[in-house]
């Protein structure tokens, strides 16, 4: 630290700034030996004192300025500084610490580093006292970063928040090229997915909870929520099916809770939380950025481009503040369409743009609006064409042959308004949001163009669109975490309008459209309301030891209309009297948890955790189909988790580690059925459970080198037969791999004025799936993933460039199963071939 100018002249700060430094200096000395003493006398859990420097101290570095974590003592506050005071005996319930506070460098809205600081008088002795070890030039080796999640709405240390989530920061997302998140996949212990061929077209597998390939009509047992609040349905619209997939671009981070929700998130949130958390704008500092890529994939018709952009504007000087971004992309295509005769059948595009407002109204009250809209358009599905007997590629590798072109379209928009008012002791949130989900897809339907009269080689495809429109409120009462009681109690109304147009239309072999439509299918009107109270508290025993737990009570209801015509469904026999309207009666759902958390010495926390959660049930009178022999309804299906985990820092906190042991229970499981005429419906089959095992680690292993890995088994299978499907006891849930893995490592050193070297490498793993139960007559499986990525770059003052590619071993696996329609010719979804790509972006 400075003690006097003479002390800044030597490193050449300038008086003005030194001067600030010198005042933080002295409030900092302050904080590590006063405070500490005074907090002695007062209640032992004590009080967090969070301690912000004020914008107008930022000083925007060029990356030759940057230092490492262990040069972090010697900053001064003009240098872009935020200090929180974490890490001492009047933080986390009171437990003593060795380090007295935490110092992040910030540039662009970005943390460059985060360190902590040895206590301000630290010698040899005090050092050695606490377990705590110098360099050899005086300095601290250097730390892991601390991030901070709203999993458990409130701002946490992940360390410190008693259930398995992962967090991913955009820069990261930004570095590896995640485009998706299937991308994403493996990389999370526990998660995986079902590509459905298209972007925006999957199902997301946490802890190996999934009841098939293709969830016509069931709940997601996945929630996604963008900051506050969910996007998507809760039941209907095919939302297990089509769900939103945010173009990682302007994004804080992404959190994923695994294990189910239900207490806080509610229905939907059985299997765990997909979270977008989006950068806020800055009150304070303007800030620019453009940027934008190449990629080429092997097989594709040639390179293509993609551009992003962001800007940040400070209207009013820490009272108003403007973010707007925006990206648009050009994937290329690499399947062949021997049927339709196209090359490079699947390109798609996708386009995005957020904007965000905060008010900061007065130094309690703040509001913050959003909008986003995102567009993605892809012109047939990204599908291979397999031998059902071999597994091998039927007509060649990426080549697929149907009479139509697959497409697929999705929109969304979504519009948020938060509030936040500090109360004192008290801290009321308020989180309202309007969002739309559309989600168009073609399919061919081998073998029923039989049912056309008079034409027997008519061929048939089906025309889906699924839309849902929701809004959500939500309201929380928060109090303070520096009480022995922590408590929060919220309320929450959603009202959901899922509906979907189904149509079957034919044509000739030469496809000349019939004037008839095989079937045709529209449920207009319909309604999905839910109202739900809850509450928890965390009660803190010892200032090592607490117990919390959980209550949400919520009841939903349905009311949906149904129409049907068509040459299958005539609708003088279905419909004499136009659409058939019914209300499903009310349904009402507990859900709890209760967890304890021990912490044996500073920098360990271990933890066991009991949670439940349920997807509500579904259907109307009607919504089956004699003709197809599907029912009108199905039940809600619920879960049990128990859980125990492991979280410490080791190495002087240069190593985290994260271990999480599990066993669930899951009863009247809703799943994907097919019925005798061969028409996919949602119905209730049996209990299943999973057990297994997640370990995540980090290691920064010199102040240039970064290592992360991941490992997870997990053990999901049925617990009885499932005859209606051809399960039986102890099969494998479908697209439940055993193992995943990865891999990561990151190296950046500077090498010459304003520059800075980077290099990115990564491996994952995904074992042996099954697309269907075992035993039933087409399981399906697809075999191994071992996918290689690496990237290289370079920092040049205000621009960043990087050369990537991924799958550069080109591996031929799949990723999921598209349809059955022919099984001795399944179509398959592949792994992306190999990409090289170039991105480069300018900060203004």
Not at 768 to 777: D, T, V
Request: charged share 20%; aromatic share 8%.
């Amino acid at each position: 630290m400075f003690r006097s100018e003479d002390d800044c002249a030597r490193v050449g700060i300038e008086s003005k700034k030194c001067n600030t430094s010198l005042a933080l200096s002295s409030l900092a000395l302050y904080l590590s030996l006063i405070a500490p003493a005074q907090s002695a006398v007062a209640d032992d859990l004590g009080r967090n004192v969070d301690l912000h420097i004020p914008a107008a101290a930022t000083l925007d570095l060029e990356p030759s300025e940057r230092r490492n974590k262990s040069d972090a003592p010697s900053m001064s506050a003009t240098e872009s500084m935020e200090y929180k005071y974490k890490g001492t005996p009047v933080d986390l319930g009171g437990r003593s610490q060795a380090r007295s506070s935490l110092v992040s460098l910030h540039r662009d809205n970005q943390v460059l580093f985060a360190a902590t600081n040895a206590p301000l008088e630290s010698n040899s002795a005090s050092e050695e006292q606490s377990g705590k070890k110098s360099n050899n030039t005086g300095r601290e080796a250097p730390e892991l970063e601390v991030v901070v999640v709203t999993a458990q709405k409130r701002s946490e240390n992940l360390m410190e928040v008693p259930a398995a989530i992962s967090a991913i920061g955009g820069a990261r997302l930004e570095s590896q090229q995640v485009n998706s998140l299937s991308d994403l996949a493996n990389y999370v212990p526990g998660l995986s997915m079902q590509d459905g061929g298209a972007l925006g077209k999957r199902t997301v597998v946490i802890r190996g909870l999934s009841t098939g390939y293709s969830p016509i009509t069931s709940s997601p047992l996945t929630a996604t929520y963008i900051d506050d609040t969910p996007v998507g349905a809760t039941t209907g619209a095919r939302a297990a099916q089509f769900g939103l997939d945010v173009m990682p671009y302007d994004l804080e981070r992404i959190e994923v809770l695994r294990g189910p929700q239900g207490t806080l998130y509610g229905a939907g949130a059985m299997g765990g939380i997909i979270k977008y958390v989006m950068r806020k704008p800055d009150l304070t500092a303007f800030e620019s950025r453009v940027g934008g890529s190449s990629d080429y994939v092997d097989g594709s018709g040639g390179a293509v481009w993609g551009g992003r952009g962001a800007i940040n504007i400070p209207l009013l000087t820490d009272k108003l503040g403007l973010r707007v971004s925006g990206m648009y992309q050009d994937r290329p295509g690499y399947i062949d369409n021997i049927g339709t005769g196209d090359r490079n059948s699947n390109a798609l595009t996708q386009s995005a743009v957020r904007t965000a407002m905060l008010w900061s109204a007065t130094e309690k009250l703040s509001l913050q609006a959003s909008f986003m809209y995102q567009d993605i358009d892809q012109e047939d599905n990204t599908a291979v064409t397999i031998d059902a007997a071999t597994h091998k590629p039927f007509y060649g590798d990426d080549i697929r042959s149907t009479n139509f072109a697959e497409s697929f379209a999705q929109k969304t928009l979504f519009a948020a308004l938060a509030i936040e008012w500090d109360l004192g002791p008290l801290k009321l949130t308020s989180s309202s949001s309007w969002s739309e989900l559309k989600s168009n897809v073609v399919t061919e339907l081998p073998g029923f163009g039989q049912y056309t009269p008079g034409v027997p080689d008519a061929l048939a495809r089906s025309i889906i669109t699924d839309e849902v429109s929701k809004f959500v409120e939500e309201v929380r009462l928060t109090s303070s975490d520096t009480q022995r009681i922590e408590w929060m109690l919220g309320g929450l109304y959603t009202r959901e309008e899922p509906t979907e147009r189904y149509s079957l239309p034919s044509s000739t072999a030469a496809g000349e459209p019939l004037p008839f439509d095989l079937f045709n299918y529209y449920n207009p009107e319909s309604v999905f309301e839910e109202q739900a109270v809850f509450g928890n508290a965390t009660y803190k025993l010892t200032r090592r030891f607490d117990v919390s737990g959980g209550l949400r009570y919520a009841e939903n209801k349905s009311h949906a209309c149904t129409y049907h015509d068509g040459l299958l469904n005539p609708r003088e026999v279905l419909n004499p009297d136009g659409p058939l309207c019914t209300s499903r009666p009310a349904e009402g759902n507990t859900t709890w948890m209760v967890n304890t958390r021990f912490h044996p010495n500073e920098d360990t926390m271990v933890y066991a955790r009991i949670a439940t959660g349920y997807r509500p049930g579904g259907g109307c009178t009607g919504c089956g189909s004699a003709v197809f022999e599907t029912p009108d309804f199905f039940d809600s299906d619920e879960i049990t988790n128990y859980e125990m985990g492991l979280k410490g820092q080791l190495y002087e906190h240069r190593l985290n580690l994260e271990v999480s042991v599990f066993y669930i229970d899951w009863n009247n499981i809703q799943i994907s059925l097919i019925s005798p005429r061969g028409s996919g419906y949602t119905g209730n089959g049996g209990k299943a459970t999973s057990s297994g095992v997640e370990l995540a680690t980090g290691y920064q292993a010199t102040g240039n080198l970064r290592i992360d890995a991941t490992l997870a088994f997990t053990d999901a299978q049925l617990a009885e037969d499932a005859p209606t499907i051809g399960g039986r006891d102890g099969d494998q849930l479908p697209v439940s791999p055993r193992w995943t893995s990865s891999l990561t490592a990151d190296y950046n050193r500077p090498v010459g004025e304003n520059t800075a070297l980077l290099l990115g490498a990564s491996y994952r793993y995904r074992d042996k799936i099954y697309n269907q139960l075992p035993s039933s007559p087409n399981p399906v499986p697809l075999g191994p993933q071992n996918i290689v990525d690496i990237s290289g770059g370079l920092v040049k003052g205000r621009t960043t460039m990087r050369l990537y590619g991924r799958n550069v071993f080109d591996n031929r696996s799949y990723t999921g199963l598209l349809d059955l329609f022919t099984p001795q010719r399944p179509m398959v979804v592949p792994v992306q071939p190999r990409t090289v790509g170039i991105s480069v972006d300018y900060r203004f």
